[in-house]
């Protein structure tokens, strides 16, 4: 199905561990974009890319890699988890203009 | 990162009521502004898109209008129900989204 999927959906981890969260879509979008939810700040943008390898720091990148080997596959990846990674991380896409989002990865670092 | 700014934090309405809220956003090298509707435990939603002054969209009882000279948007809510709850996000972006905080709007029955 056309669209923009997330794996896993739900997520613990361990202090120090490394976890990918991955992100897909289907529409050959240019962009692609993970944000973070936080209370009391919204959406926050964490990584995003243009194109296929082509990467840029969004506002709360440290502590997290991203890669885009392929224009449909944005995996973001956590090094060496910690607890205040904790939330639910939202992928998305963007064509011309309208950006959709992915259902989120609600990650739980204990 | 631009600075987009939403209020009220959060309202609360009577079923069958009115309401509208705002987002300021910078107004200098605008490019469009987005707003979302996001319900809890699920993923925000694209309601609209709007990029010249003036612009103004509308989707059922949701319209959403547009000044980018002074830099805000209204959304309003004609006749708001129960199903109309949900945290309503603007971003506005050069070529990556900048999103305001959200207004939280609960209907009450």
Redesign the interface.
């Known amino acids: 199905d056309a669209g923009i999927t997330q794996s896993p959906r739900y997520k613990i981890t361990e202090t120090g561990r490394q976890v990918t969260l991955m992100c897909h879509q289907t529409w050959s979008h240019s ?1 692609m ?1 993970w ?1 973070r939810q936080d209370l ?6 964490i990584y ?1 890319s ?1 194109a296929a390898d082509i990467t840029d720091k ?2 709360v990148p440290d502590g997290y890699v991203v890669s885009r080997s392929k224009t449909e596959n944005f995996p973001l990846t956590l090094e060496s988890a910690t607890r205040s990674q904790t939330s639910v991380y ?1 992928c998305a896409s963007r064509g011309s ?8 990865t609600r990650l739980t670092v204990t | 990162i631009l600075n987009v700014e939403q209020s009220p934090q959060s309202l609360h309405v009577q079923e069958g009521d009115s309401t509208n809220f705002t987002c300021s956003f910078p107004s200098s090298n605008f490019y469009a502004l987005h707003w979302y509707r996001w319900e809890t435990a699920k993923s925000p939603e694209a309601l609209f898109v709007m990029t010249l002054n003036g612009d103004e969209k509308k989707k059922g009882r949701i319209s959403a209008t547009l000044n980018t000279k002074e830099g805000y948007s209204y959304l309003y809510i004609k006749g708001s129900q129960p199903e109309d709850s949900a945290t309503y996000l603007c971003a506005s972006n050069d070529y990556k989204l900048s999103f305001g905080a959200g207004t939280t709007v609960t209907v009450r029955a």
């Open positions: 962009y974009f944000y009391g700040h919204g959406l926050r943008l995003y243009a969004g506002e939202f203009y309208e950006q959709y989002f992915g259902p989120g």
